[in-house]
């Protein structure tokens, strides 16, 4: 059964026109057919190469849902990403594990966790959305799934990835927690746990001519973690959620710290509210702050969008941007603005 046709009960449409307000001053978007001014943002500066591919649905007039999943699998499959995909660094015992998620208008939403040997986890999610009753697979189950599903088995740890990782190991200092005197996070191959070297996800949003939202969130994970650890990339409402009659919300950087403030989701219902999609973020990163001061320490940004297509982000520490693409410029990348 198609999960999805049995769970929607009408198209949902909105009658409001988009404005470009909310970043770098960019120049206004030429509205499509259907009256609307598509856009497209996500995390990162690989997010520049991904809102391309995500265009390319958005402009010829496609649902935002194909174009986040067309998106993000651009740097799933980029050997030279470290933190997506079928490039990703193992865990501290050499396996590749992909997390992700994703989520429409209408409220529904899929994800796989702890997933290996499929190299575009995105897009089992999305079968997990359309094709079963559950949102979420994991581990054993979700390869399973994808098998049956058809999705090819691969060898997900690249030479690259694997030199990387015995290098790690000759100094490795990241021991089970058990054993440990102090619980730390691995700054992986940066210095900073969750920074650009290690920042373990692309978070994309997207909103089509008809006015309707969709999110993906895909990564595999922080470097080096303890194996079957889980961030807030495939936890709907951490690292990714979208309410169509507010704006969607993506995460990035330490996934533990964004699952114990429910990051995504604060920022859409800030945004409901009224806060702009900027003010949004920055009060959810203000809350990690204040309720666990050490993770200024970390990093954690978040990025938003509303239903208008304005769009604003806010990182704990500097070095955080974000991509934004539409009809009148599809390279911009933006510095996040941050606390510290």
Same mark, same amino acid.
């Given at each position: 059964?198609?999960?999805?046709?049995?769970?929607?009960?009408?198209?949902?449409?909105?009658?409001?026109?988009?404005?470009?307000?909310?970043?770098?001053?960019?120049?206004?978007?030429?509205?499509?057919?259907?009256?609307?001014? &598509?856009?497209?943002?996500s995390t990162w500066d690989f997010g520049v190469a991904a809102?391309?591919?995500?265009?390319?649905?958005?402009?010829a007039g496609g649902r935002s849902l194909d174009a986040v999943e067309q998106g993000v699998r651009? &740097?799933?499959? *980029?050997?030279?990403? #470290?933190?997506?995909?079928?490039?990703?660094?193992? *865990?501290? *015992?050499?396996?590749?594990?992909? *997390?992700?998620?994703?989520?429409?208008? #209408?409220g529904n939403c899929g994800a796989v966790a702890a997933m290996e040997h499929i190299a575009h986890p995105i897009s089992v999610a999305r079968r997990v959305m359309e094709r079963t009753p559950h949102v979420l697979l994991v581990g054993d189950g979700a390869l399973q799934f994808a098998l049956e599903q058809g999705f090819p088995r691969e060898e997900l740890l690249t030479p690259d990835a694997d030199k990387a990782w015995h290098e790690w190991l000759k100094t490795a200092k990241y021991k089970p927690v058990a054993n440990s005197e102090v619980k730390t996070y691995n700054a992986g191959p940066g210095?900073? &746990?969750?920074?650009?070297?290690n920042h373990d996800t692309i978070g994309m949003l997207a909103i089509d001519a008809k006015g309707n939202l969709s999110?993906?969130?895909?990564?595999?994970?922080?470097?080096?973690?303890? #194996?079957?650890?889980?961030?807030?990339? &495939?936890?709907?409402?951490a690292g990714l959620y979208v309410d169509n009659e507010v704006g969607g919300a993506t995460s990035t950087g330490v996934g533990e710290e964004v699952i114990r403030n429910v990051g995504s989701f604060l920022v859409v219902e800030l945004m409901?509210?009224?806060?702009?999609?900027?003010?949004?973020?920055?009060?959810a990163v203000e809350r990690i702050i204040r309720r666990k001061p050490d993770a200024r320490d970390l990093q954690v940004g978040f990025l938003a969008m509303d239903?208008?297509?304005n769009v604003g982000a806010w990182a704990i520490q500097k070095g955080f941007s974000y991509a934004v693409c539409d009809a009148a410029k599809q390279d911009t990348l933006i510095p996040g603005k941050s606390s510290y």
């Amino acid at each position: 059964m198609d999960r999805r046709r049995f769970l929607q009960g009408a198209t949902i449409a909105s009658g409001m026109a988009l404005t470009t307000q909310g970043f770098a001053k960019a120049v206004p978007a030429a509205p499509a057919a259907g009256g609307m001014v &598509p856009r497209v943002v996500s995390t990162w500066d690989f997010g520049v190469a991904a809102n391309q591919a995500a265009w390319k649905v958005l402009s010829a007039g496609g649902r935002s849902l194909d174009a986040v999943e067309q998106g993000v699998r651009v &740097p799933e499959a *980029d050997l030279r990403n #470290h933190s997506v995909g079928k490039g990703g660094y193992p *865990d501290r *015992d050499g396996k590749v594990t992909l *997390d992700a998620s994703i989520m429409d208008e #209408h409220g529904n939403c899929g994800a796989v966790a702890a997933m290996e040997h499929i190299a575009h986890p995105i897009s089992v999610a999305r079968r997990v959305m359309e094709r079963t009753p559950h949102v979420l697979l994991v581990g054993d189950g979700a390869l399973q799934f994808a098998l049956e599903q058809g999705f090819p088995r691969e060898e997900l740890l690249t030479p690259d990835a694997d030199k990387a990782w015995h290098e790690w190991l000759k100094t490795a200092k990241y021991k089970p927690v058990a054993n440990s005197e102090v619980k730390t996070y691995n700054a992986g191959p940066g210095g900073t &746990p969750g920074d650009a070297t290690n920042h373990d996800t692309i978070g994309m949003l997207a909103i089509d001519a008809k006015g309707n939202l969709s999110g993906a969130c895909t990564t595999s994970g922080m470097a080096w973690k303890l #194996h079957g650890r889980v961030g807030d990339s &495939p936890i709907i409402g951490a690292g990714l959620y979208v309410d169509n009659e507010v704006g969607g919300a993506t995460s990035t950087g330490v996934g533990e710290e964004v699952i114990r403030n429910v990051g995504s989701f604060l920022v859409v219902e800030l945004m409901r509210q009224g806060r702009s999609p900027e003010d949004a973020c920055r009060e959810a990163v203000e809350r990690i702050i204040r309720r666990k001061p050490d993770a200024r320490d970390l990093q954690v940004g978040f990025l938003a969008m509303d239903t208008k297509g304005n769009v604003g982000a806010w990182a704990i520490q500097k070095g955080f941007s974000y991509a934004v693409c539409d009809a009148a410029k599809q390279d911009t990348l933006i510095p996040g603005k941050s606390s510290y």
